[in-house]
T-cell receptor, first 113, second 117 residues
Framework: KQEVTQIPAALSVPEGENLVLNCSFTDSAIYNLQWFRQDPGKGLTSLLLIQSSQREQTSGRLNASLDKSSGRSTLYIAASQPGDSATYLCAALGKGGSEKLVFGKGTKLTVNP | GAGVSQTPSNKVTEKGKYVELRCDPISGHTALYWYRQSLGQGPEFLIYFQGTGAADDSGLPNDRFFAVRPEGSVSTLKIQRTERGDSAVYLC???????????????FGPGTRLTVL
């Protein structure tokens, strides 16, 4: 059974700092790994999707990496801004017939002006 | 529509009542998913449709929960005899070859917040 863990649970940084959010998964048989952003009381916004054959994906100030062999993914945010404050969730899409995402509990990021 | 939509946005009901939650996926997406998110937790899978059929319903917690997608587009999640423990945000997502992104990238709606008193 796939389990996804995100560390830290919460992170507070000053504006302008570069930061890394961590995601680990127990079963390396995945199709892809997806990073989401969730604002309070809102749904999930897809940020980046890394297919199992890829090592990383970039979008603007965001860069996500995937290391299947070690069961780890990281989300790097460059030059953080107060508007980046949100909860960031990672989710793994497993192989084996079902297309369900297995989510971590998220990292709550606060960027202080 | 441009994205996944869900109605209602909020639903308050009494213990024992029946509720229906609706999801409109991105037009042309063949796959539709329901998840449930409790406070402070990540979403948990409930059921997945490919077209009109439920391809995986292993996440439904018990037989009070049922979902349909009769025409392969809109889906309805139905909860009978609601319990206080059913209170959560119910999220819907869709994926497919249209609407941008990778084939198996899931796009989520804003959710329905269900409160059972």
């Amino acid at each position: 059974k796939q389990e996804v863990t995100q560390i830290p649970a919460a992170l507070s940084v000053p504006e302008g700092e570069n930061l890394v959010l961590n995601c680990s998964f127990t079963d390396s048989a995945i199709y892809n790994l997806q990073w989401f952003r969730q604002d309070p009381g809102k749904g999930l916004t897809s940020l980046l999707l890394i297919q199992s054959s890829q090592r990383e994906q970039t979008s603007g100030r965001l860069n996500a990496s995937l290391d299947k062999s070690s069961g780890r993914s990281t989300l790097y945010i460059a030059a953080s801004q107060p508007g980046d404050s949100a909860t960031y969730l990672c989710a793994a899409l497993g192989k084996g017939g079902s297309e369900k995402l297995v989510f971590g509990k998220g990292t709550k990021l606060t960027v202080n002006p | 529509g441009a994205g996944v939509s869900q109605t209602p946005s909020n639903k308050v009901t009494e213990k024992g009542k029946y509720v229906e939650l609706r999801c409109d996926p991105i037009s042309g997406h063949t796959a539709l998913y329901w998840y449930r998110q409790s406070l402070g937790q990540g979403p948990e899978f409930l059921i997945y449709f490919q077209g009109t059929g439920a391809a995986d319903d292993s996440g439904l917690p018990n037989d009070r929960f049922f979902a349909v997608r009769p025409e392969g587009s809109v889906s309805t999640l139905k909860i009978q005899r609601t319990e206080r423990g059913d209170s959560a945000v119910y999220l819907c997502a869709s994926s497919g070859r249209v609407g941008g992104g990778s084939y198996n990238e899931q796009f989520f709606g804003p959710g329905t917040r269900l409160t059972v008193l």
